[in-house]
């Protein structure tokens, strides 16, 4: 299966998104389709051997929208021009249409028509000024209008064309045969300030939400905005200045004080310090020398060096953040599903209830009971527009996920960003997450006494662990080079998963690991288990040298806890969030890290396939579970568990397994990101709440309730304002997001 992103023209509301939606999702071949009406987009999982794009966008053209590629070669600035061209377009027809508006209603209207010239009185020259009204700056509402018609759909831009036509065609007849109103007791008052006003303010309340629209998807523009222009390349000796998009893999570059890096890398030569915080949000520049890696677009600061290019394009780093940001602010939250269940029956029975709307009042209204008829059933049509209700969740989502990836944290869709702030527990990995993940080896102690024979431990330790990736594996070597101490060649190397390694030194069985290891190999380490003890409740893993049976000695080494660690468990147990520790170390040495940090609930010997088994076995209390990891082991448990949240450190695994990546690699994101989860969610609501009891509350008004008891009705002119205020006050209310401080 294939998923991708296309761009949607022509939706105004919850109702295009679900006629579009479910017209994807009956294309043979489409698996799933998420339409967003905040990024006017479509994301579509599908077989390519049985649909393509065109067949896609065949399915989406029927129903009376257009869906196309956006191509990649379309520069930013291009879009951007885009944009504000029909920004522009739009803003001329507001102002066009309100202008001619408010000439109409100073002609018209009780009151203000003693102010106005007397050409402006006259009815003629009334229906003059809004036919261009009706038919150039509402032509939207009728191009949407018409094809919905055609394919026997209908949506936001049907009930206001229905609307502003019923109340433009009852102006037209009464000012073209006024004796036919007339002869049936009606006095022939037109009313095409109505139409026109109703027009220009649906189309203001459209300019607004465009352009707070479009400050919703500033987290993309920032990023997309970081990436480098050109890259100084060394090809045959020259270094020479090319376009960012010619630059390929094992490409050699050149990087000046104070530059971008172009793409992905490693440094080869030179040494500096970079400023990653556009990427990580780290503020700090942290030092880079020879065998580090680079990340594209982020700032190298002091030294000059040279790197070779190992991801460039849509592979780097940035751009792996950009498409996700586009796919997290593209997908929908479980909460939507209400909004668009709802959205999917509200404009035909918004049609159904302005129908009865008019009977009612034309049956049983005063006199004159038609002219109430016409304007409540109006009203109705035009106060019940869908645009809050499809508007709530998604830019909520645009926002939220923006925030978070400003500082950071990415978020891979609305689903997790929505369960995240029901998670009662946060379970870590302790290597590499925890801690920095660099152990280093403290203690080197020989075993004295039966079968002890002294040999040079560490370099027993350490040619038997050339073989081994492991990060205790890497430190024994390391202090093995450190010391020069000059290895032996290894037969037969075998790593046993979770417990050690074991091979051949001079004919000899050597076997590494720890105590499970010793009571497998049924080694016995009675005279090691005092500085054995001693050595674990310091917090450091112990690991357990044996040749040929026979216990040798034991090497301790200890991994430093990162700066984060602390503040970051600390803020999650200020939530009343509870806080587990897994890790294959023993329970002395658990205990004595999980002390360090505060952490009461420690997992300890669990091997790298159990960590998934003691996930599920907390979700099996009834808690919502998120798990905290960096290696391929982890993939299973970040996939388990009902939030996955990655080290941006640790392994493409990893980060595909997991729900949520901390590119910054700072713990105290983990109650961040929980923390713009809830606040998230707490827009959400509100928006939904706003706009379902906007529609409540206020269709009855329209259809007249009001009116025996009070005298009350609602002009269309009113509804129509109320109607682009709650568009406007759902999408400002998901742009304070923005102020929130995670």
């Not at 009203?379 to 508007?391: Q, R, W």
């Not at 450091?540 to 040798?552: R, S």
């Not at 901390?662 to 923390?675: E, F, G, Q, W, Y």
Request: hydrophobic share 45%.
């Amino acid at each position: 299966m294939e998923k991708k992103i296309f761009q949607i023209k022509g939706m105004h509301c919850a109702s295009c998104v679900r006629v579009i939606e479910n017209a994807l999702k009956n294309t043979p071949g489409v698996s799933e389709a998420n339409v967003n009406l905040a990024t006017e987009t479509a994301t579509v999982t599908f077989d390519p051997k049985t649909v393509s794009d065109e067949k896609l966008f065949s399915s989406v053209a029927n129903v009376g929208y257009q869906a196309y590629v956006k191509e990649q070669a379309v520069s930013e600035d291009a879009e951007e021009a885009e944009k504000k061209k029909n920004l522009a377009d739009l803003k001329r027809r507001v102002v066009f249409s309100l202008s001619l508006a408010a000439l109409i209603i100073l002609g018209s209207f009780p009151g203000l028509e003693n102010l106005a010239p007397g050409f402006l009185k006259n009815i003629w020259v009334q229906l003059i000024l809004a036919t261009p009204v009706q038919f150039w700056a509402g032509l939207p509402f009728y191009k949407a209008t018409i094809p919905a018609f055609r394919h026997r759909t209908a949506n936001m831009d049907t009930l206001i064309a229905i609307g502003t036509t019923a109340a433009y065609g009852y102006s037209v007849l009464v000012t073209v045969f006024p004796q036919i109103v007339e002869s049936v007791g009606i006095a022939p008052m037109p009313y095409f300030d109505v139409s026109a006003l109703v027009i220009g303010l649906i189309l203001l309340g459209r300019y607004f939400e465009a352009r707070a629209k479009a400050g919703t998807s500033e987290a993309i523009k920032k990023l997309i905005g970081l990436q480098a222009k050109t890259a100084r390349v060394v090809r045959d000796g020259k270094e020479i200045d090319l376009p960012i998009d010619q630059v390929v893999i094992g490409d050699m570059i050149r990087v000046r004080p104070g530059e971008k890096i172009p793409v992905d890398g490693e440094i080869l030569e030179g040494d500096s310090s970079v400023d990653e915080s556009m990427v990580t949000g780290e503020s700090i520049p942290g030092d880079k020398t020879s065998g580090d890696t680079v990340i594209g677009s982020t700032i190298n600061k002091t030294g000059t060096f040279t790197y070779k290019a190992t991801k460039v394009g849509s592979e780097t780093m940035l751009a792996q953040i950009i498409k996700l940001v586009q796919e997290a602010q593209g997908s929908k939250a479980p909460i939507q599903r209400l909004a668009d269940l709802i959205s999917a029956y509200f404009v035909p029975i918004v049609i159904i209830l302005a129908i009865l709307t008019f009977v009612i009042w034309f049956d049983f209204g005063p006199v004159p009971a038609f002219l109430f008829a016409l304007l409540n059933a109006v009203a109705v049509l035009i106060i019940a527009c869908p645009c809050a209700m499809g508007l709530a969740t998604p830019t909520a989502i645009m926002v939220g996920t923006g925030k978070g990836a400003e500082h950071g944290i990415l978020i891979k869709d609305a689903e997790s960003l929505e369960t995240a702030h029901k998670v009662k527990v946060v379970v870590f990995d302790k290597t590499g997450t925890l801690t920095v993940g660099k152990p280093v080896v403290t203690d080197v102690v020989s075993v004295k006494g039966e079968g002890g024979r002294g040999e040079n431990i560490l370099q027993i330790a350490a040619s038997l662990e050339k073989g081994s990736e492991h990060s205790l594996a890497e430190a024994i070597v390391s202090k093995a080079d450190e010391e020069k101490v000059k290895l032996e060649k290894v037969d037969k190397f075998k790593a046993i998963p979770g417990h050690g390694v074991e091979g051949f030194i001079d004919k000899k069985r050597v076997v590494l690991g720890n105590q499970r290891l010793m009571e497998r190999e049924k080694i016995d380490i009675t005279h090691a288990r005092p500085g054995l003890v001693s050595l674990e409740e310091e917090g450091k893993t112990v690991m357990i040298l044996a040749v040929d049976g026979k216990l040798v000695g034991l090497i301790a080494v200890m991994d430093t806890l990162k700066e984060s660690a602390k503040e970051g468990i600390e803020a999650l147990r200020k939530m009343k969030i509870e806080v587990v520790m897994i890790t294959g170390d023993n329970q002395r040495t658990a205990k004595a890290i999980g002390g360090q940090l505060g952490i009461d609930r420690i997992l300890a010997e669990v091997l790298p396939d159990q960590k998934e088994a003691e996930v599920r076995k907390l979700q099996n209390e009834g808690k919502m579970v998120a798990m905290v990891g960096d290696g391929i082991n982890d993939a299973p448990a970040l996939a388990a568990a009902d939030v996955g949240i990655a080290m941006g450190t640790g392994t493409d695994v990893a980060i595909e397994a997991a729900d949520i990546t901390l590119i910054n690699k700072d713990l105290r994101s983990v109650a961040a990101a929980i923390t713009l989860s809830k606040k998230t969610m707490r827009t959400i609501k509100l928006n939904l709440v706003w706009a379902f009891g906007y529609n409540v509350v206020l269709i009855p008004v329209a259809m007249g309730v009001l009116y025996p008891f009070f005298g009350l009705l609602l002009s269309p002119i009113f509804a129509s304002a109320a109607m682009a205020l709650s568009s406007v006050s759902v999408v400002s209310n998901s742009l304070l997001l923005k102020r929130v401080k995670i």
